[in-house]
């Protein structure tokens, strides 16, 4: 399961909009400053600007909504979600953008967080081997498969994310 965080000005809204427009499933409603929603295997924290991560940095600089920064949820007809979304009113930062792995539109929600809902023909890689049964497909190393950090001494270092 993955869970990713976004800042909204308004966790009611957020979470109308995910659950009523997108499908999501209400997790935790901690509202007015925290809720999270679940859509398959993702977890979408909402996090309202009196929310811990709300707070403000050190250095002053506040987390806020409306980045460039998404998620990505894939979907089998684009083009039938785009329409049931524009009829409810929902904002786009583009048109439905056509490329070689398929096709996407940036949908904004209502603190203007970015996601992008995408359908993906065939995932086969193009160019490269294709995956043998029983083989796993490698197009990238992972972070485990590159060389652990060392503190200098050589005690490896360990990562939290």
């Not at 909504?65 to 524009?86: F, M, P, S, T």
């Not at 972070?143 to 060392?150: G, I, N, S, V």
Request: hydrophobic share 35%; aromatic share 6%.
């Amino acid at each position: 399961m993955a869970s990713v965080r976004y800042m909204v000005n308004n966790v009611s809204e957020a979470m109308e909009f995910y659950c009523e427009r997108l499908g999501f499933a209400i997790e935790r409603d901690m509202h007015p400053n925290f809720a999270s929603v679940r859509l398959d295997d993702l977890s979408l924290w909402l996090a309202g600007p009196g929310s811990s991560a709300g707070r403000p940095m050190p250095d002053g600089a506040k987390p806020e909504a409306g980045g460039w920064n998404r998620l990505v949820i894939h979907v089998d007809d684009i083009e039938a979600l785009v329409q049931r979304l524009k009829d409810a009113g929902a904002s786009f930062r583009n048109e439905i953008v056509r490329g070689p792995g398929g096709a996407q539109i940036l949908i904004q929600d209502p603190s203007s967080s970015c996601f992008s809902r995408r359908h993906s023909p065939s995932l086969e890689p193009t160019g490269r081997s294709r995956r043998r049964s029983g083989e796993q497909e490698r197009l990238r190393p992972c972070a485990r498969d590159l060389p652990r950090p060392t503190r200098g001494d050589g005690e490896a270092l360990r990562r939290t994310y």
